[in-house]
Each structure stands twice: as C-alpha cells, then as structure tokens.
C-alpha cells in the first residue's frame, strides 16, 4: 500500500528565510504527489501537485515542491516565509488504479510555525 | 460559493445517540470521500463514493454508514455514538482519476460526552 512519510512534527523558521517541508513516499507504479495546508479549525487546501514532466512544481501561496524519483521525495519549499504561512502541511501519495492503490494517502502532518 | 459545504461545524452528543453529517459539493465532481481526523491531527480515509457508488470502505466500525442520494451530496450516519469517535470529520470531493486532487469541506468537529 502507498505511504508518504512527513519526518518532522514541527519546522520552525524565521520570517523571511526559506521554508522547506520534507516528504518522502512509497508507492508502486508511478505517484500522484500531493501538498495540502490546513489552517486552524479548517479543511485542507490544495497547494499543488505532481503528476508528471518537469520536476519543479509551481503552486499557490508563492510555494513550490520538488519530485526526485531517485530519492522518492517530494519536499515543499517556499524561498521566503511569511507569518501567515505557519499551518499545518500534509504530504499525500496515491497511485494508479492498475495497481490497486488509488487511495489518496496523507502523512502525519508538519506544523509550520514562522517566527516575526 | 462555497464548493464544498458540510453541515453542522460543530456537533455535541451524548454517548448512544445517532447522528448525521451532510456533505454537499458544487463542483460537478463524480468522487466523494468522508475523512476522519483525530486529535494528533492524523488524518485516515473512512469512505469514498463514485457516481454514487461506494467504491473505498476501509476499517470502519458498521456504526458509520454513509449515503450518497445523488453525486453531489453524500452524508454520514453515525449510530451508537462512543467517546472513540469525537473528532474532526471532513467531507472531499475530486474529479474521477488517481491525478486529481480532492477539495475539502470545513470540518465537522464531533464530540461525545
């Protein structure tokens, strides 16, 4: 079954340093790689996503990931963090159908926390 | 308007009672899910439906039964309500396909005293 790791419970940076969310995944078959943000007492929101081509991935919120197949990463990156970034991330993997193993599956979660 | 809406925010009950969460989404998706996250903010997959068709029943204790009536709704029934199940519950919507990410609702934020 498809598994995403999230290393670290917190990351704690400095405004205005570069901000980076670790990911790592186990998937058979090619990954569907997946970052969401969850603010408190909200839903999850959509950063961005992998599918496939170009490994530099450009979503919402000036955020940006990187796919390394060799390392089957997938970290979140942001080059200057802003207090309102401080949220929870999660990492998600899911993989083709053809080998059973489309669910949708979430790391534990990073709490980002963005000091002024 | 919001694309993916579930009623109530926030639901108090005592232990036994039964209890629904409604979902709804307008964004002309054809999956639904419903998520359980707990307090360490782990979040598990409970159900997804296709078109209406429950396609992903993971471990769930038979207390919980979802209903989709069309593709845009699909609402959680929860009967016999335990201390285990306070939580936060998110209802998802996507486009059919492994490559489409899923829209959540707010949260319903359940609790049993």
């Known amino acids: 079954a498809q598994s995403v790791a999230q290393p670290e419970d917190q990351v704690n940076v400095a405004e205005g340093n570069p901000l980076t969310v670790k990911c790592t995944y186990s998937v058979s078959g090619n990954p569907y790689l997946f970052w969401y943000v969850q603010y408190p007492n909200r839903g999850l929101q959509f950063l961005l996503k992998y599918i496939t081509g170009d490994n530099l991935v450009k979503g919402s919120y000036g955020f940006e990931a990187e796919f390394n197949k060799s390392q089957t990463s997938f970290h979140l990156k942001k080059p200057s963090a802003l207090v309102s970034d401080s949220a929870l991330y999660f990492c998600?993997?899911?993989?083709?159908?053809?080998?059973?193993?489309?669910?949708?599956?979430f790391g534990k979660g990073n709490q980002v926390v963005v000091i002024p | 308007d919001t694309a993916v809406s579930q009623t109530p925010k926030y639901l108090v009950t005592q232990m036994g009672n039964d209890k629904s969460i409604k979902c709804e989404q307008n964004l002309g998706h054809d999956t639904m899910y419903w998520y359980k996250q707990d307090s360490k903010k782990f979040l598990k997959i409970m159900f997804s439906y296709n078109n209406k068709e429950l396609i992903i029943n993971e471990t769930v204790p038979n207390r919980f039964s979802p209903k989709s009536p069309d593709k845009a709704h699909l609402n959680l029934h929860i009967n016999s309500l335990e201390l285990g199940d306070s939580a936060v519950y998110f209802c998802?919507?996507?486009?059919?396909?492994?490559?489409?990410?899923?829209?959540f609702g707010q949260g319903t934020r359940l609790t049993v005293v």
């Open positions: 998802a919507s996507s486009q059919q396909g492994a490559f489409s990410e899923a829209f």
């Open positions: 998600a993997v899911r993989g083709s159908a053809s080998y059973g193993n489309n669910r949708l599956a």
